[in-house]
């Protein structure tokens, strides 16, 4: 995360001795204005070079010059940031020494960093620790005094000020707080369930508060991936840096003579030189099919290489953007309901059982109407045990006493029971003269491959923007089977798999009206 400088900005005159309260709360009114003799720049960068230390690739410590990345990031940026980018290109440094200048300039202020892991979390800090250790005297003894410097806070009581960095498996992080800045390192890595980690995180954002979400890509369907998409709907500003914008990936020349056509193409559309092209071909050599989501070409296929979804993504993204949103939600949204039961409809609801723990898995449920095969309504949350028994048959009470699937593997063989016995719900669908649903790996890319073919011959039939998100990560493993990528969820897509697959088997062997088949 250290830096080297492309080329300095114009200086900002400083008096370190003179500057007090006072003098800082004037830089932090005007930090986003740019000066006429500043040429282009604003005050906070300018102020960033004349103030903040970083340390260098040789281990040296020398003032903060931005690179053409940051200068770039500068250009266009705006309250609300996304940064897809290559590795090492000086991003968090920036948004450290930029939310670092906001809180030291701007009393009350509250800034708050995200890392991926807790190792991330140190490093961060150590940078933010630098900023403050290398101020002038005058103002570390003065109006910046700290009353807390510790492992993951520094405080500046003067100005009722806090920086604070966490790592993202926190799960109190920014519980209780209102923040003023937010930076949220490498999300396309945090563990757990991100988009709810970063739901929180945006709760205890002041409304004129300013984010910064950035991450190098890993894979399509992530929580990174679907802010990314979602960029433009959420009015944020999308910033991409490709590798070569970094003036250290050089290596040497390789010869024009040997130059492929892919080469020529990026030298032709992006005035590539015969070094980069060199440094390129090392990386291809070293990181071979990761070469391009760890150092980002453009902004597709550095998410499309790095991950192989299952399902058809061209009619996922289709369906995204055309999917109502629910008529009804329940249980804080845990229940989202499209289509309520009619009088006279047959109804199904296929359960997919979690162990019910605050963490890892969630309990899904799906509601299909038997005709049509049309998704009424879809459950999910860290639900086990007999409050699960009751809720889903609950559910499947109100859907005209809707055929109940339980997937009988490992936590189901107990909802069954506790289906049967302490809720008395008389039709549970039975597989081979048992009850429940049994996922085997001969039945699972059967069931898989079905909804894969309703998806693409009838998306419109599914409503859920969760379902078609969790569809979008469902990847194939490097282990051969199949999966939710890291960090993701799929117990809706595998609820809905066996919502089908029972359909299907109910409508055959039950006598009366055929309707047409769900693929």
Known sequence: MSQQSDSPAAPIVLRPQQLNRDELIRFGQILDQRPARLGGFTVAMALAEGLLRVRTRDGRTAPLRANAVQRAYEQRRGTRNIVLKARQMGLTTWAAARFFLKTITQPGTLTLEVAHTQEAAEEIFRIVHRFHACLPAALRQGPLR????????????????????????????????????????????????????????????????????????????????????????????????????????????????????????????????????????????????????????????????????????????????????????????????????????????????????????????????????????????????????????????????????????????????????ACNYPRIFQQGGQPGWLTTSVSRPAVLGRLDAALVEHPERFFSRRLLAECRSFVRLPNGSTGARPGTHDDRVLAMAIALAARAQLLESHSGPRPPALP
């Not at 399509?220 to 490709?242: I, K, N, S």
């Open 146 to 421: 700290t009353s807390r410097a510790n492992v993951r806070q520094i405080a500046f009581p003067h100005i009722d000020s806090q920086y604070l960095v966490v790592s993202a498996g926190d799960r109190n992080a920014g519980r209780g707080l209102t923040l003023q800045n937010l930076h949220c390192s490498e999300l396309a890595r945090w563990p757990g369930d991100p988009a709810e980690t970063l739901a929180g995180l945006r709760a205890a954002l002041a409304p004129s508060g300013e984010v910064v979400l950035e991450s190098t890509p890993d894979g399509v369907g992530g929580c990174f991936h679907q802010e990314w998409q979602q960029a433009d709907e959420t009015a944020t500003v999308r910033h991409f840096f490709p590798w070569w914008m970094e003036r250290r990936y050089r290596a040497e020349p390789v010869d024009p003579a040997t130059l492929t056509a892919d080469e020529r193409d990026l030298i032709q559309q992006h005035h590539l030189t015969l070094r980069q092209i060199g440094f390129r071909r090392q990386l291809h050599a070293s990181f071979r099919g990761l070469a391009r989501q760890e150092y980002a070409e453009d902004d597709a296929t550095c998410f499309r290489l790095s991950g192989d979804s299952v399902f058809e993504l061209a009619v996922l993204q289709a369906r995204l953007a055309t999917a109502p949103p629910p008529v009804e939600t329940r249980r804080n949204g845990e229940l989202e309901i499209w289509l309520p039961p009619l009088p006279g409809k047959q109804y199904l609801v296929a359960v997919d059982p979690a162990g019910g723990g605050s963490e890892g898995d969630y309990s899904a449920a799906q509601v299909l109407e038997m005709e049509t095969g049309l998704q009424c309504a879809e459950f999910a949350a860290h639900l086990g045990g007999l409050e699960l028994a009751r809720f889903v048959t609950a559910l499947a009470a109100q859907y005209n006493h809707a055929w109940l699937v339980i997937e009988r593997n490992n936590h189901g063989a107990g909802i069954l029971a506790l289906a049967h016995t």
